[in-house]
């Protein structure tokens, strides 16, 4: 059986020896395939609706067409509008669910040396009936809860140290605490996190021709998270049901997938089975937030339900 609610530290994961050190396989239960999805329970799902007091709702899903060109060797979709005598059918073709605002499900980051979470293996990522840690799995649930969102963007120009989001500028949890303790911000255990590095809002103002360059090179520079153990150490810690920013892999960039110290999502989906949204539109969130000093809500989203997806559109709502 899972279990969500024992909060064992993230330095003694793994510590028995019968999963690997840092994995928290056998606290969510070995036939888990929610990961920190779970953490969502009613009463953390309720805690979220009772912050909806304005009515405010907010789109944190970016345009399906952007970023364009398509970043990671993934192709911007072909929209085919059909027409015939009662109206109009859409046709999707060359569609990535993860072009643009996206979730990562479980089964999009296999670790160099354990595997997939829970140790599977590629032959049990088949997308057919029996198929494991596929995005239906969040989808069939909804991912539904408690928000809080860290402006960082606003936080570092507040301190006079702009962060720039065309560079592989790290931003550590240290300075997520001095973020949230600035806006006086509570980060509970079942919280869905929202980090804003004004990273849309930045390629929103480049030219084609650093857009081309960055849907050429996987390589590409961009702000994010350290990629430190320091930081998976703090999201488990933390107790976070989901994270998700404004970039484009959450960590900074360029990172290494050749190496399991290189790249955070190793540490982060297949060991912690953390759920990691990336693109996320939080620009305009961000500024209702700065305008009435309130850095928390309702948050809703909607994966598709795909069988064994790697991942989804965010399809997310905030409320507040």
Known sequence: MSNFETRIPYDQLGL???VPAGSSWNVYGRDDQLGSVGLLTPERVLSGVALVSKGAVFS???????????????????????????GTDDMYEGFFP????????L???????????????EHDI???????????????????????????????QAVGRPIQPGYPD???????????????????IGDILLLRFGWIQWYESVDSATREQMATDDQFAACGLSRSEETARWIWNKGVAAVAGDNPALEVQPFDSTDADGFLHYRLIPMLGTAIGEMFALDALAADC??????????????LNKLGGSGSTANALALK
């Not at 089964?107 to 293996?121: C, D, K, T, W």
């Open 16 to 18: 028995e020896g019968s």
């Open 107 to 121: 089964s999009h980051i296999r670790h160099p040396v354990h595997g997939f979470y829970q140790g599977f293996q």
């Open 60 to 86: 944190l899903n970016w345009s399906l067409d952007l970023p364009n060109p398509a970043l990671f060797g993934r192709r911007n979709m072909q929209h085919t509008i059909n027409f015939d005598s009662s």
């Open 290 to 303: 700065e305008e009435d000093g309130r850095y928390e809500g309702m948050f809703v989203s909607a994966p």
């Open 98 to 105: 993860q072009c643009s605002s996206q979730w990562d499900s």
């Open 126 to 156: 088949t997308g057919l009936p029996g198929t494991r840690l596929g995005i239906e799995n969040w989808a069939t649930r909804g991912i539904v809860g408690r928000f809080v969102l860290a402006d960082l963007a606003r936080f570092r």
């Open 170 to 188: 790290p931003i550590t949890v240290a300075e997520i605490d001095a973020c949230l303790a600035r806006q006086k911000s509570k980060l509970n």
